[in-house]
């Protein structure tokens, strides 16, 4: 209970020395007060986990260190021979700009993994690509046949500018598995 006591305590120190414009060095435990170094990775916002990782509903690291994205459609399960748009988080539409997420500084994108709840079935498919400005990239993967119900695209990365808009797109083919459920992630890296 005193250990938790203490974690708590730091915890609650740590808060409010964020508030005060310090920051949290990277791979460091301890919050200095002033300006980031130059050679330091830093954070000027709070960190979300004790780990140090960054989900997509909070703010970027400012340094070369990854992030992870995260789309899925709980809630809102695909039908056969749609065409779905995915937002940030859990939310899809077959309106795209509805999906649209602006990023907020420029970032390089990469590692598409996808995870389905059921295959697309023989000879049918799930298409997932990554959406840049409303348009397709080259970061993209297909499910196909029966018993397959993941993918990914380790070989390609795309460039986001400030205020360029970010969503997934996934095509299920003609007469697909409905009720599909999609989890996908990427890694993204501010530039």
């Known amino acids: 209970m005193l250990r938790l006591s203490w974690m708590l305590l730091f915890l609650v120190v ?7 414009s310090n920051y949290y060095e990277l791979g460091n435990s301890t919050f200095t007060p002033g300006a980031c170094p130059s050679n330091a990775q830093c954070a000027d916002t709070p960190i979300s986990s004790s780990n140090n990782r960054q989900v997509a509903t909070t703010a970027f690291v400012k340094s070369v260190a ?18 779905f748009y995915y937002a940030l988080g859990a939310n899809a539409s077959t309106v795209e700009a509805n999906t649209f997420a602006p990023m907020p500084v420029a970032v390089n994108i990469k590692n598409l993994g996808v995870q389905t709840s059921v295959s697309p079935g023989a000879g049918q498919s799930y298409t997932i690509t990554l959406r840049h400005n409303g348009a397709n990239t080259a970061i993209t993967c297909t499910i196909s046949g029966a018993g397959n119900s993941s993918c990914s695209d380790t070989s390609h990365t795309v460039s986001y500018n400030a205020t360029d808009t970010l969503d997934m797109q996934v095509i299920s083919s003609a007469t697909a598995t409905g009720g599909m ?9 501010q530039q």
């Open 66 to 83: 990854s992030s992870v994205l995260s789309f899925n459609n709980i809630g809102n399960p695909q039908g056969t021979n749609t065409t």
């Open 14 to 20: 740590a808060s409010l020395a964020l508030a005060q």
């Open 181 to 189: 459920i999609a989890s996908m992630t990427l890694q993204l890296n």
